[in-house]
């Protein structure tokens, strides 16, 4: 099989790439990615030599023709994945999220694409008290960011409705690991702890997210990609819901950091109280999540702590300003 993926330069489609690789060595694997800050070529490092890489924006008609050619399968990671950035500047997020599905849908009608996979996330059912969301559960997306994901996803649904593409999504849940930019909760405040600057706690810290360790995802991807029904969503939770405070507390124990740098800051605007999905018609397929919270947590502190090499690029560049425009403050170190 000749398989798209985009969007594999960032932090879960470079760890999908690595989980096809292993499972299916002789199929061929492209890549098209836009390399905006959050995805990185050092993410491939190990890998290159067995993908071929497209540099270039899913939006771009003419390229998603060209590359998309020979190719049996498409898997869509490509995404501006932040939801604070979204709540400061939102066109981007229309842009690649809307605009760009809209492109890669029309790409795989034209060439015969066989199976067409939309990866999404639980953030477009919006938040949730009690319970979990299932695969039926109404979209209700909360910020700009899940808002132009549901977006994307009802425009794979009306192309498999429509068209009869043969389209199926995953939605997950708050993913953690390895080579995740350091925007987000859990990389953020292990380096932070790292480097003893304070940790930002949005509100009162109560909020409730379902960590899902990386390949754990991109396990589930894979399968769904061979195994999902046509047209259909697969939800796919990770097995641990925890309180960002108790996140937070843990980074600092295993970073040997003190409970003093944790500080308490403005939340952020519309923000999501819980997340939490059922993932009964994924585990029906055959997966289940490997990884629990802890073990995932103690194995991502330790992969940040020794890999310096693929961090302090990043906190040198384009981030500090990040930082300073978002927390009102500069980072040390
Ligand atoms: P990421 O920000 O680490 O990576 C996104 C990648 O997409 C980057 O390599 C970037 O260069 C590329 N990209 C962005 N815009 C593009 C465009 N217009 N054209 C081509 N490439 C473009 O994000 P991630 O955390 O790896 O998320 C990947 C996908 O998984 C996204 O669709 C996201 O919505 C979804 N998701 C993420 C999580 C999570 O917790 N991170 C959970 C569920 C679903
Ligand atoms: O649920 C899946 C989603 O998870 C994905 O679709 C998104 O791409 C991904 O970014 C993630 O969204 P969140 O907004 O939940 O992740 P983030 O790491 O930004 O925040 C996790 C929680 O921590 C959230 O409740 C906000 C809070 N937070 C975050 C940051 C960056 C803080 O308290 N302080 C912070 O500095």
């Known amino acids: 099989m000749r398989l798209l993926v985009t969007g594999a330069a960032g932090f879960i489609g470079s760890t999908f790439l690595r989980v096809a690789l292993e499972a299916r060595p002789d199929d061929e694997l492209v890549v098209l990615d836009k390399l905006t800050y959050a995805g990185r070529r050092e993410n ?16 771009d008609r003419e390229l998603v023709h060209k590359t998309m050619a020979g190719c049996q399968a498409v898997v869509n990671f490509a995404a501006e994945s932040h939801v604070d950035r979204s709540i400061a500047d939102q066109d981007v997020f229309a842009r690649a999220h809307v605009i760009g599905t809209s492109v890669l849908l029309d790409a795989a009608r034209d060439h015969g694409v066989t199976r067409y996979l939309q990866v999404s996330t639980d953030e477009v059912y919006g938040s949730i008290e009690e319970g979990s969301f299932t695969e039926t559960s109404p979209l209700n997306p909360s910020s700009p960011y899940s808002a132009t994901k549901a977006g994307g996803d009802l425009l794979v649904s009306a192309h498999a409705h429509t068209y ?11 993913n953690y690991g390895p080579r995740q930019y350091p925007e987000k909760l859990i990389p953020l405040c292990v380096l932070n702890a790292l480097a003893g600057d304070s ?8 909020q409730v997210r379902n ?10 991807i894979h399968l769904v990609l061979q195994e999902g029904a046509s047209g259909e969503v697969y939800n796919v939770g990770g097995p641990d819901e925890v309180e960002n405070i108790e996140v937070v507390k843990r980074i600092v124990e295993l970073t040997g950091a003190g409970e003093r740098l944790i500080e308490y800051v403005r939340d952020r605007p519309g923000h999501d109280r819980r997340y939490s999905l059922s993932s009964g018609k994924v585990r029906a397929l055959g997966w289940e999540p490997l990884t629990h919270f802890a073990a995932g947590l103690e194995r991502t502190v330790d992969w940040y702590r020794d890999n310096e090499w693929w961090w302090s690029p990043i906190r040198s560049g384009e981030y500090r300003e990040y930082y300073e425009r978002q927390y009102g403050r500069s980072l040390t170190g």
């Open 211 to 220: 960590w899902l360790y990386v390949e754990d995802f991109a396990r589930a």
């Open 199 to 206: 940790l930002p706690v949005y509100g009162d810290g109560r």
């Open 164 to 174: 009869g593409l043969e389209a199926v999504i995953c939605r997950g849940s708050n």
């Open 44 to 59: 491939l490092a190990g890998i290159e030599d067995r993908i071929e890489f497209v540099h270039g924006a899913i939006e």
